[in-house]
Every structure is written in structure tokens, then in C-alpha cells.
């Protein structure tokens, strides 16, 4: 079955960009019955979803991060990435990656296991 | 943004209880709505998608119901593994947002 793996730095200076990449396993990136989101934890907190790319390329962002954020597909390494720049102490969290379904409504599953970013000097 | 408010925030209970969540969304979403399961130091795992159908492999015990905007997740006789956090998430239009999660502890 569809695996997700989170890979990255787990410490990010202020002001720095963050980058994340997530690599799919068990299944092709390129399909067009799913999309492929990023959502983020703080420590404690709930979750917040960041945004969602296409295998076209085509994305959606959440509006409170559309400026400082990029996600990017790499169908020829099955991965998909977000960058995340001029990062601040609150964009400390576990990121995840997930699959969405697109016509399956309320449907996001596999989640990778997560990755804890830390933002600090 | 279509808000997502779910309660209670936090929950007691004992094994064996019926326990419901509810989620009321700021504006209609149809059925677009999934509930989520996420025990500590774990990824959120997918119950309930379209409202109301039952997630591969998920026990029979969880159901959920609702459209337009108001929405419950229901267990019928709770299991010591269902002691975790549980949110709601609508897909209807994005940004995708979250309830801000019920905490399901033993009582």
C-alpha cells in the first residue's frame, strides 16, 4: 500500500527557509484521483493544513502562509516538497505529508509519520 | 475561511460508554468531512470520510453522521484503545481546516 516519508533538517535558523520533502512509495505520485497535502502540528496544538499540489503541478495554499510558501511535485522521484521561507519560532511543529483524496470527500489518508522542525537560532 | 467548531474540547469516560463529538461548520459543506484519530506521538489516522462511511479496517462502533453543517462522531461502546484525540476536517473549499479537536481520556 501507498507509504509517506517525511525527510528534512529538523532545525531551522529565523529567517531561514524551511524545506521539506515528502517521497511516496507503494503507488505513483502521478495520478489524478489524489492530491498530495502538507499539514503542520505545534507541539501540544491542533493541526493546521498548509496546502496541496497536483501531480500537474497545479496548488492550493492556505492563505495565512500563500507568501512565504512554495510546494513543488517531482514526479520523476515519486516526492513532493514544501518550502517554507522567512520562518519564525511559530513555524516550530511536526509537518506531515498526506494523500487527499479528490473525489472521495473527507478523505486524506496515508499521513507520513511526520517530521519535528524546531526554529531557533 | 469555513471554521470548524468542535466540542466538547475535552472528554471523560469509561470503558463501555456511548460517547458523541460533535463538529458545526461555519457554513454548509455538503458531506465533505472526515474524522480523524490521533493518539500521542502518532500521525492522525482517517475514520470517517463522506460524514458517514466507515474507513477501511475501523470498527464497526465508530459511526459518524450529519451534512450541511452539523456533524457527530459517535462511539457506541468505547474500547481502551479509543482513549485519544479526535478531529473533524472539511474539505469543501480551502483552505482545508480542522476542528480544533476533542480529547477523549479516561474517566
Known amino acids: 500500500q501507498v507509504q509517506l516519508q517525511e525527510s528534512g533538517p529538523g532545525l531551522v535558523k529565523p529567517s531561514q527557509t524551511l524545506s521539506l520533502t515528502c517521497s511516496v512509495s507503494?503507488?505513483?505520485?502521478?495520478?489524478?484521483?489524489?492530491?498530495w497535502s502538507w499539514i503542520r502540528q505545534p507541539a501540544g496544538q491542533g493541526l493546521e493544513w498548509i496546502g496541496r499540489?497536483?501531480?500537474?503541478?497545479?496548488?492550493n495554499y492556505n492563505p495565512s502562509l500563500k507568501s512565504r510558501l512554495s510546494i513543488s511535485v517531482d514526479t520523476s522521484k515519486n516526492q513532493f516538497s514544501l518550502r517554507l521561507n522567512s520562518v519564525t519560532a511559530a513555524d516550530t511543529a511536526i509537518y506531515y505529508c498526506?494523500?487527499?483524496?479528490?473525489?472521495?470527500?473527507?478523505?486524506?489518508?496515508?499521513w507520513g509519520q511526520g517530521i519535528l522542525v524546531t526554529v531557533s537560532s | 475561511a469555513i471554521q470548524m467548531t468542535q466540542s466538547p474540547s475535552s472528554l471523560s469516560a469509561s470503558v463501555g460508554d456511548r460517547v458523541t463529538i460533535t463538529c458545526r461548520a461555519s457554513?454548509?459543506?455538503?458531506?465533505?468531512l472526515g474524522w480523524y484519530q490521533q493518539k500521542p506521538g502518532e500521525a492522525p489516522k482517517l475514520l470517517i470520510f463522506?460524514?458517514?462511511t466507515l474507513h477501511t479496517g475501523v470498527p464497526s462502533r465508530f459511526s459518524g453522521g450529519g451534512s450541511g453543517t452539523d456533524f457527530t462522531l459517535t462511539i457506541s461502546s468505547l474500547q481502551p484503545e479509543d482513549f485519544a484525540t479526535y478531529y473533524c476536517?472539511?474539505?469543501?473549499?480551502?483552505?482545508?481546516?480542522f476542528g480544533q479537536g476533542t480529547r477523549l481520556d479516561i474517566k
Open positions: 507503494g503507488g505513483s505520485i502521478v495520478t489524478d484521483s489524489y492530491y
Open positions: 499540489v497536483f501531480s500537474s503541478g497545479s496548488t
Open positions: 463522506a460524514a458517514s
Open positions: 476536517l472539511q474539505d469543501y473549499d480551502y483552505p482545508l481546516t
Open positions: 457554513q454548509g459543506i455538503r458531506n465533505d
Open positions: 498526506a494523500r487527499s483524496a479528490r473525489t472521495v470527500v473527507g478523505a486524506t489518508f496515508p
